[in-house]
């Protein structure tokens, strides 16, 4: 402990210290006396700027550099210090003739400038920079800023609505196909926590939500049918009737998934909602059309109009039933009612089918 107090307290060798430092420092740094003149750089500075030896800089001023803005030369002067990000252009380094530079185009530089101001009287007498090249940073930056930037449009333009919230809740995305849905328009969902109301008259978790605060178990007391996700982690689907959704009634279909970062740490939360409307209310029609013909499994069991559809060759009939219904937005009034006819006939004939799994009222 001794000798290193000693050479902490001999001039000398802290000034021989500083001088390693400074020269081995990974960090550029660019010593200026009062006026802005240029006295020293280190070699890490050298090479930020393509430059062979300091005495190729040797009277460069620093209130002549055309990267430093016009308020930052300011600032300095009134002896304030100054830290920016500048986009270097050695093109103009080079057409204003400053200094001989190996260096083309242009660089990302981090750049933070003190004025040397004296602690006994309180002068200045000159200016420490310190250089930093972060080109790799930005393009690194940009280039993930360019994907959020795509997976936001591919989000925004995809037919299934869908919004993302971050982990305070707030929305962060609600594409267009969701504002058509809901009726919510983007400008008053993006940055909010309002994304319950187009669905609930009062506050209450969305699937989204309950992704984000970790509490899958509460689903079944919030969705009357509800269930993990079998093909997403942690994922949740959801579906219910909802009064008044965009001024009508709608049957609502929600999947949502946690999107994680490379760390395993939760990003996003992101939930698709799909109008099943007309699938729906086909089925629930089916259900009391297939009422009469009273379709049972083996146990006796009546089955709904899905359950049926999902048997043998009577099922058939009721997939088909099914597809033509929910497809009725798509056709024309006659070829709805002829379909629906053919359809019919399919179900009268199941009254002649039996064995199997199937069997109707009269078996």
Known sequence: MMSERKITNNP?????QWRVI??????????????GGLIDANRACLDIFGIDDVSAVNGFMLFDDPNLSEQHKKDLREGKPVKQEIFFDFDKVKKDSLYPTSKQGTINLDLSISPLVSSDTGANSGYIVYVSDITLRKNAEAML?????????VIDSSAVATFVLA??????????????LTGAGASEMIGSGDHWRPFYDHRRPTPADLIIDKKHETLPALYEK???????????HAEGWYSNLNGKDRYIVFDAAPIYDSKNQ??????????????KRAEEDLDGRLAPVGLHDHHGDRLSGREAGEHGRQGAVVRR????????????????????AA???????????????????DG
């Open 12 to 16: 000398n060798n802290r000034e021989e």
């Open 22 to 35: 400074y020269e081995n420092s990974p960090l550029g740094i660019e010593l200026y006396d009062v006026k």
């Open 145 to 153: 800023l360019e994907q959020k930037r795509f997976a936001e449009k």
């Open 167 to 180: 982990r305070d809740h707030k929305v962060v995305l609600w594409n267009g196909a969701c504002e058509e």
């Open 226 to 236: 509800s269930n993990r996700s079998a093909l997403v982690p942690d994922g949740i």
């Open 266 to 279: 939760l990003i996003v939360a992101i939930e698709t909602l799909q109008d099943m409307t007309d699938y």
């Open 321 to 340: 039933l099914l597809a033509i219904d929910g497809d009725d937005q798509l056709a024309g009034d006659d070829a709805r009612l002829g379909r629906r």
């Open 343 to 361: 359809a019919l006939d399919g179900v009268h004939d199941l009254r002649q089918g039996v064995g199997g799994e199937v069997r109707d009222d």
